[in-house]
């Protein structure tokens, strides 16, 4: 993974410390080409991989990269799915069946609905593989070596307790699209003792790592400690605290860290992607962390 | 299930219902570690299947069962509205806490009911007003307190969203029989934290019910407000606002000496003069959620859905009825919920 992700949040309205600032994205990157053109500061910057929620808009983006593939030889991308709003007022709506009957590709579920209690049953991995196909569409002939489980799923899960459905994603993600699986979580130090016990070994774990502590479930200190003695490619998100903690601080607090294999950033203006990789960079070189 | 002497007892606690707040309570519940999570109880036999197969819960499709055959020290209701007043009932007469989802009952001739046995066989209560534990909304109240807007000469109270923007889909939500509409359901949020941040409604002095989308339920409401401490404001409601990504709560306060804007991420107040005591400029000062999120111990969508959870099992472990989101909060909402309805009406 390259030391720096760039991240998609300022596209879809979503700030941590700022409704009103998110709205005002919202406005901004109305167009697709706005996003394109930011993708392309940001690749100046020497940043690569844009890591995604499988948004319904980020399907015209991959549009846009399959159709210039010169310009865009090297980029990756690691899709993060899936987009959880869409499922959530589905399910607000629908109900779970309806949902599922709304998104799973095919009549496949019609036809197990069909097949009573006990067929269907059995067939929730076939049912998450299905749907994880029809989140992975929209990225045919890109880069996708790491495809991530979003936060509100891979929590929900690890609260119920269902770590054999993470190690199905896990498992799928690997077979099928010769990826390797990632984990968005706010729970990092329990989630990966979670994954060790089902012997998923060095996991990808992206979790919010940040100077204040924020979305650190657990507290901070037991995040430095997991870093510091456990094994995991962690990437650091929420480094700057959705902007409500100063940059060059915030920075400083996440590349002096150990373990920490990615960072993983989004933003909008040319000052402020510069700025942030600037200080990525600087404090590396400080560190010896040494990485592009 | 035996506890290990060596062990603090864990308590033993259910969901009933499992939709989208209640398996987001399961997940949660499952992750604190003072919790035994012993059973679920809900109609779709697809979500009881998933537990049954990936979980060591046990599964029901009939609450009552649940509840005669589990010995359980806390129950979570996440069920729609109009089974709130059967279930809690039950719960309470098999002497089982209770968190019950918002809004509190259908009606409040059942929240009274309700309200009086918690009270009368002295069990744990609580209603599903997350709002109180957002960091920004408890600096607000905070600030109030300290008076440092001075006299409040007025509040808006909003919420938006994105709940119901086609004309089509009939749940529960759009029949005002079952707590449907925006007001019972979006609006409640609202006017649960102007009574506890700024006072207790008492009166209503007109009220405009929208149906944008919906046919028969309200889409959005706009109501005038009068509180028992003499303040007056509106409540700006409206759950078919796509412009907005989720649920969006503000509170604007303005008062004699400046202006308070919070919503969930954000406090900012505007001062005439500065306050030392408070180290806040003249002008306006930006404080951000980061400043004041509550710490909680496992995250799943807002740390205010953990941090009622868990602030409920800690009273149901310390035996202590907790101050936030009682009953007697949850039935007062209701109560001015109906009010506001007749008052629409009226016009």
Not at chain 1, 196 to 213: D, F, H, K, R, T
Not at chain 2, 171 to 177: D, E, I, L, Q, V
Not at chain 2, 278 to 290: A, H, R
Not at chain 2, 298 to 321: P, W
Request: charged content about 25%.
């Amino acid at each position: 993974m390259d030391r720096i992700l760039f991240g998609d949040n300022q596209f879809f309205a979503v700030n941590h410390a700022s409704d009103e600032k998110s709205r005002a994205q919202a406005i901004k990157f109305k167009d697709d080409k706005a996003i394109i053109t930011t993708l392309d500061i940001a690749r100046e910057e020497g940043l690569n991989t844009f890591m995604c929620t499988t948004h319904d808009r980020i399907a015209n983006i991959c549009d846009f990269i399959r159709s210039n593939p010169e310009k865009y030889k090297d980029y990756k991308i690691f899709p993060c799915m899936p987009y959880a709003h869409k499922y959530a007022n589905a399910v607000t709506e629908l109900g779970i069946a309806g949902t599922l009957k709304e998104y799973v590709p095919g009549n496949f579920l019609g036809s197990l609905f069909k097949g009573g209690v006990a067929y269907l049953s059995k067939d929730y991995l076939s049912i998450m593989e299905l749907l994880i196909d029809a989140e992975m569409k929209m990225f045919k002939g890109i880069e996708t070596p790491v495809i991530f489980l979003q936060n509100v799923l891979t929590d929900l899960l690890l609260g119920l307790g269902m770590i054999d459905v993470l190690k199905a994603f896990h498992d799928y993600v690997e077979k099928k699209y010769n990826a390797e699986a990632g984990f968005i979580t706010m729970n990092m130090p329990m989630l990966l003792q979670k994954l060790e016990e089902v012997e998923i070994e060095n996991p990808i774990i992206c979790s919010s790592i940040n100077l204040v502590g924020f979305r650190m479930s657990g507290g901070k200190e037991l995040y430095e400690k997991v870093l510091k003695t456990k094994k995991l490619r962690a990437i650091a998100m929420q480094v700057l605290g959705g902007g409500a903690i100063r940059p060059k601080e915030a920075v400083e607090y996440v590349c002096n860290l150990p373990n920490i294999e990615s960072i993983l950033f989004g933003a909008s203006s040319k000052a402020n992607i510069a700025q942030t990789v600037n200080y990525i960079h600087e404090f590396d070189n400080n560190s010896g962390n040494k990485k592009i | 299930m035996s506890t290990n002497k060596f062990e603090i007892k864990k308590l033993k606690g259910a969901i009933i219902g499992l939709g989208k707040m209640g398996l987001s309570h399961a997940a949660i519940v499952g992750a604190n570690p003072q919790v035994n999570f012993v059973s679920v109880c809900d109609t779709s036999t697809l979500v009881l299947d998933a537990f049954k197969k990936y979980t060591k819960v046990n599964t029901y499709s009939d609450y009552i069962k649940m509840l005669d055959k589990e010995v359980l020290d806390f129950v979570v209701i996440a069920t729609p509205t109009k089974f709130h007043y059967p279930m809690v009932k039950y719960a309470l007469e098999k002497n089982i806490n209770v968190f019950c989802e918002k809004p509190f009952s259908l009606t409040s001739d059942e929240g009274v009911e309700l309200t009086e046995i918690a009270k009368r066989k002295s069990l744990i209560n609580q209603v599903g007003y997350h709002n109180h534990f957002i960091g920004t909304f408890r600096e607000l109240k905070r600030l109030l307190q300290e008076n440092v807007i001075g006299d409040i000469v007025h509040f808006t109270g909003e919420a938006y969203g994105p709940v119901v923007t086609k004309e089509k889909g009939s749940t529960w939500r759009s029949n005002p029989n079952e707590g449907g509409g925006c007001t019972s359901d979006y609006a409640s949020h609202v006017v649960n934290l102007i009574q506890e941040v700024v006072g207790h409604p008492i009166k209503i002095n007109g009220t405009l019910l929208k149906s944008i989308y919906s046919k028969g339920v309200d889409d959005a409401v706009y109501s005038l407000l009068t509180l028992d401490n003499g303040i007056s404001g509106v409540l700006l409601v409206n759950w078919s606002d796509e412009t907005y990504r989720k649920m969006s709560t503000s509170i604007t306060l303005q008062g004699k000496k400046g202006k308070i804007i919070c919503d969930a991420t954000e406090i900012k107040i505007y001062l005439k003069d500065a306050n030392q005591k408070e180290g806040l400029e003249k002008g306006w000062t930006t404080k951000y959620i980061t400043e004041f999120a509550i710490p909680v111990d496992f995250y799943l969508r807002g740390e205010e859905y953990s941090a009622q959870i868990e602030y409920f099992v800690d009273n149901v472990m310390n035996k202590r009825q907790g101050t936030y989101n009682t009953f007697e909060q949850g039935l007062y909402t209701d109560k001015v919920i109906e009010i506001i309805l007749n008052n629409a009406k009226q016009n």
